[in-house]
Every structure is written in structure tokens, then in C-alpha cells.
């Protein structure tokens, strides 16, 4: 019969293992509002997600309204790179 | 966009961000915009697909005739918008249990159709029996699809809730 004392390293490296794998899943929910994080988001996903956040002002925030609030129709954002001619 | 030999990396500058605050003019008639952010309009876009076919396809057809785009179209984009409110509009009055519980599970599901099969069912049988909008795959022989197979012991409950 083993003596106890010789499975407590065992349990240490469980318990760590558990609290490391936890701590990140938990991490994660808590950004991303309680769902799964997004994986392989491609342009037309970065695109919603940035039109999501204009409308709801939160990261992953979604709403079902038929309507807009007034100030979602000059809120769009375009990107630019400068060019310098010189 | 992976970059290789045959496909180089575009030059990046340091991008700086435009925008712009003043609204349309008077003249262009003003709809409202739709409120819908991503998941509810992927859950609902198979219904406003059934709904809005011809004002899209104008749009569309517009869209690929035209010169400029944007500017030709506006009509027809806002055909577009006004139906595509309407149809979020009834889903909301008449299916919105089933609706938000569709969307919740898509969005925790990184947007993927096929994992929220279970939560579609309820859905697509409430909206054909108050919207009669059933949902249709395109470019498929057309068959309306409003129960994705349902396992059995499920089947006995949507069948009793929707149709009687």
C-alpha cells in the first residue's frame, strides 16, 4: 500500500493544472460576456463585430431591435493609410 | 489573406481613421437603420431572405449595373432596409422567446449554423405558422425547411407547440 504522503505531489500538479485551466476559461468568459470565444474570424466577421460595437457600444453585446438608435447612421469609421509624395 | 512568393504583402502605413458626422441631405428621403446586430440577423436572415427576395434582387441587379455603386441605388437600398425592419419587426412581436434562445446559442457557437440545429427547430416552426415565412436554401430545388429531422423525443414537443 502506497502511503498517502507519496500521491500529495500528484494532487499539487492536479490542482495547478485545474486552477491554470479555470483561471483561462474563466478569463475568457469574462471577456467575451459569458459565450465562447470567436475563432477563424475572417474580414466579413471582423466587419459585423465592428458594426456590433457601433451599435452597442460593448464587445459582444448583441440586440434584436428592428431599429437603429439615431446616431448609428454617422457613426461609420473608415480606415486610411497615409501616402506620402514626397 | 496569406502572403507567399506569388502573393506579396501589401505596404502598410500607419492607417489613420475617418469620420464623418453630418448626416444625409434633405432631398434623400430618411429610413431608419437597421438595429440588429450580428446574430440575430444571421438567425433571421433565411426569413428575410423569403420575405425580401425581389426588393434584394432589384438591389443586387442595381448594384452590379450601375457606375458609381452607392449613389444609384439608394432607392432601392431602401427597400431593402424597410423590409428587412418589417421582418425583424414581426419576429420580435410574435416568436421572440425562440428567437433570442436561437441567437444566444449562434452566438456562443462562433456563428455556426450547424450547432444550433436543436434551438432552429422552434423557431422555423413558430415563424412558418404566424409569418408563414418558411426557410429555403438558394440555389437548392427549393424544398421549405422547417424541421431540421428533430430527434424524436423532441419532435413530439415542437409538433404539439406549432402544429396543431
Known amino acids: 500500500m502506497i502511503p498517502f504522503e507519496a500521491l500529495l505531489p500528484y494532487g499539487v500538479i492536479i490542482i495547478m493544472f485545474g486552477v491554470a485551466g479555470t483561471g483561462m476559461s474563466a478569463a475568457k468568459l469574462l471577456r467575451e460576456g459569458g459565450n465562447k470565444p470567436r475563432v477563424h474570424r475572417d474580414a466579413w466577421d471582423k466587419m459585423m463585430m465592428e458594426r456590433d460595437m457601433r451599435l452597442t457600444k460593448e464587445y459582444r453585446k448583441q440586440s434584436d431591435e428592428p431599429i437603429a438608435p439615431e446616431e448609428f447612421k454617422t457613426s461609420s469609421v473608415w480606415r486610411a493609410s497615409r501616402i506620402w509624395d514626397d | ?164
Not at chain 2, 5 to 12: A, D, G, L, Q, S
Not at chain 2, 63 to 71: F, V
Not at chain 2, 140 to 151: A, H, K, R, W
Request: aromatic share 8%; charged share 25%.
Open chain 2, 1 to 164: 489573406m496569406t502572403t507567399s512568393k506569388t502573393n506579396p504583402r501589401e505596404p502598410h502605413s500607419l492607417p489613420y481613421y475617418i469620420t464623418d458626422p453630418t448626416p444625409l441631405p434633405s432631398h434623400i428621403p430618411s429610413v431608419p437603420e437597421i438595429g440588429a446586430t450580428s446574430a440575430p440577423l444571421l438567425s433571421a436572415s433565411y426569413f428575410i431572405g423569403a420575405r425580401c427576395a425581389p426588393f434584394n434582387e432589384d438591389f443586387m441587379l442595381c448594384r452590379s449595373q450601375s457606375r458609381s455603386g452607392e449613389i444609384d441605388c439608394l432607392k432601392e437600398g431602401r427597400r431593402v432596409t424597410r423590409c428587412a425592419i418589417s421582418v425583424l419587426d414581426d419576429i420580435n412581436k410574435n416568436c421572440q422567446a425562440e428567437f433570442r434562445k436561437h441567437w444566444g446559442c449562434l452566438e456562443n457557437e462562433n456563428h455556426d449554423l450547424s450547432r444550433c440545429r436543436l434551438d432552429e427547430a422552434p423557431l422555423n416552426a413558430c415563424v412558418a405558422k404566424f409569418l408563414n415565412l418558411t426557410k429555403v436554401i438558394p440555389n437548392s430545388d427549393g424544398t421549405p425547411i422547417n424541421d431540421y429531422e428533430t430527434p424524436s423525443f423532441f419532435k413530439n414537443k415542437v409538433k404539439a407547440k406549432y402544429e396543431q
